[in-house]
């Protein structure tokens, strides 16, 4: 019984921590792929299960999944980035981000994905190291 105990308490500890890892790999990613746009503030479509600040080095964050056109309001164009779930392969932890344009065509939203980068990280000495960066174009 002790011993389940034990297993149940460290399970919960190592939840934590996954989802804190988690959260920072994509934290770096994101300020990786925007490390050249001058903007304050990042608009994204989101898993359920990410879990991300409001703000990360001075850019908010904006989750858009739920109403889309309202933070169209008035503009014409947003550019919106989706984060996707990640993926590991071989001890290889990736995290692609799909760009996406989102257009007001007469009050019809209109979705064009402009590409992705994926980022590798390799857990290694109880941190991460970032391995590469990868862009795909459509």
Known sequence: MKILIIVVVLSIIMSFKLD????????????????????????????????????VE???????????????????????????????NKGIVEITLVDYMLINNLGEIQMSNTGSVSFSYKYKNNKYKFLNKTKSTI
């Open 58 to 88: 001075g850019h908010y964050i904006v989750d858009i999944s739920e109403n889309t056109s309202s933070f169209l309001d008035g503009k014409s164009s947003l550019y919106a980035i989706k984060l996707m779930p990640i993926q590991v």
């Open 20 to 55: 804190s890892d988690n959260s920072l790999l994509y934290q770096q990613s994101l300020l990786n792929h925007l490390s050249k746009v001058k903007t304050d503030t990042i608009y994204i479509f989101k898993c359920f299960d990410i879990d991300l600040p409001y703000a």
